[in-house]
């Protein structure tokens, strides 16, 4: 893996630090890199130092991410119940996801994400 593909390829976090690093090999300063990247002169000296004792590699996302609780089949299916509803509140959503698949979401947000991937907003209306 070359500087290059992680431009060309990377997530865009990647992409800024393989950025600043072909920057700053190319000789700008760390000034003027860190203004054009809109990031800190000490992001610029981190992922250069990294770069260097790593390669390319080191330059990637440590944290990829968990993986999600539900398969592309019961996530549409989730979204499938929700639009077959002219309103739904995150209590009655949660009632069926627990009901339907045993699992209680921690935090209010994962239900609005899933409310906003059906083209519902989960927002509160006012009288």
Do not use: C
Not at 44 to 72: C, H, M, P
Not at 77 to 105: A, F
């Amino acid at each position: 893996m070359t500087l290059d593909d992680l431009i060309n390829e990377g997530d865009p976090r990647e992409i800024k630090r393989a950025m600043s690093t072909k920057m700053f090999l190319s000789g700008s300063s760390r000034d003027m890199i860190s203004h054009v990247l809109n990031v800190g002169v000490d992001f610029v000296t981190k992922w250069n130092r990294v770069y260097r004792e790593q390669g390319a590699e080191g330059l990637l996302l440590g944290y990829i991410g968990s993986e999600g609780y539900f398969t592309d089949e019961e996530r549409s299916s989730i979204h499938h119940y929700i639009k077959t509803h002219d309103s739904i509140t995150v209590k009655e959503l949660s009632l069926y996801i627990k009901t339907q698949y045993g699992i209680t979401y921690s935090s209010l947000s994962s239900y609005h994400k899933l409310l906003h991937e059906a083209g519902m907003s989960g927002k509160k209306t006012e009288k």
